[in-house]
């Protein structure tokens, strides 16, 4: 069995519902239970439970330094890991605590930390928590500026290049893996974006930060997304913009996965 996840290799052709391709399309978000998807900017439940369930075991710890609703959590106590989450905006966390406590169908522990994730102290972190090490980190930063979370100058979508964004995004990577066990993965979900007339492909200059910073590239996955909420009034305006220009509409977003060697 491998030491990462509690998958049993004899039962191979049972496990119908585990991704093994690069491609993954999924059409309806679970919605069910704690999961409400009502946080603009969330991802959908099944990223985390794929991802927990390849490179994961029961009762591990998973953490997630940019929140938000909570799904990342959510996900971990159903699946029985224990997880923590960071995340900057106070309302934004009181919400997604009060959502993952009606998660409590077994004895995991889930523990929300009020923080900006470059710089929050992990040291006192783990001790506090009475924990050593860390069985997988699981990033989902905003991308870039697409979406404003807040007005909070630490909020990654508050920098004003991509530089300053990616170099805030290099020392959450720092901070947020320091306590990661060698030999055990993690996961950043990112999208590009569009900006005056070209592509920045933001999900590429994130996956390269991981790189320069040692650790092994295992994936490059990519989802569909569906119409985001903004969009959804737009779709023939956007097709037209399309059509008598030269873009293509973003319908994808990445996952890359990597392992930490050193
Ligand atoms: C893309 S969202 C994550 C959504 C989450 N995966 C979910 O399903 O709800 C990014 C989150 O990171 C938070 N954030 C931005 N900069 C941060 C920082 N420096 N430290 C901690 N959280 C931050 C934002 O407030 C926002 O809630």
């Not at 996840?5 to 519902?17: G, Q």
């Not at 069910?32 to 985390?48: E, K, T």
């Not at 004003?160 to 996961?187: H, M, P, Q, W």
């Not at 008598?244 to 990597?258: A, G, M, S």
Request: net charge neutral.
């Amino acid at each position: 069995m491998a030491k990462y996840n509690d998958l049993d290799p004899k039962k191979w052709k049972e496990y119908e519902d585990i991704n093994t391709d690069s491609l993954w399309i999924i059409d309806r978000r679970d919605n069910s239970g704690a999961h409400s998807g009502n946080y603009h900017g969330n991802f959908v439940p099944q990223i985390p439970h794929q991802l927990f369930a390849r490179y994961t075991k029961k009762g591990d710890w998973i953490l997630d330094p940019f929140m938000g609703s909570g799904t990342s959590l959510i996900e971990a106590q159903r699946m029985d890991r224990n997880s923590i989450g960071i995340e900057l905006q106070p309302e934004v966390l009181e919400e997604a605590y009060g959502r993952i406590q009606t998660e409590t169908k077994n004895k995991c522990i889930a523990k929300v930390i009020l923080g900006n994730s470059r710089t929050v102290n992990m040291d006192d972190l783990m001790e506090n928590i009475g924990i050593k090490k860390l069985q997988f980190v699981i990033l989902h930063p905003p991308y870039w500026d697409i979406i404003k979370f807040s007005e909070d100058r630490n909020d990654l979508s508050n920098m004003e290049t991509l530089e300053s964004f990616l170099e805030g995004f290099g020392d959450v990577i720092d901070n947020s893996t320091k306590y990661l066990e060698k030999n055990r993965y993690c996961a950043c979900v990112i999208g590009d974006k569009y900006a005056n007339s070209q592509v920045i492909p933001l999900g590429f200059h994130c996956m390269n930060k991981f790189i320069e910073k040692g650790f092994l590239l295992k994936a490059i996955l990519v989802k569909n997304f569906g119409e985001t909420k903004g969009k959804a009034s737009q779709q023939g305006i956007w097709r037209y913009r399309a059509i008598t220009n030269d873009f293509y509409i973003f319908k994808h977003e990445y996952i890359f996965v990597f392992k930490k060697v050193k």
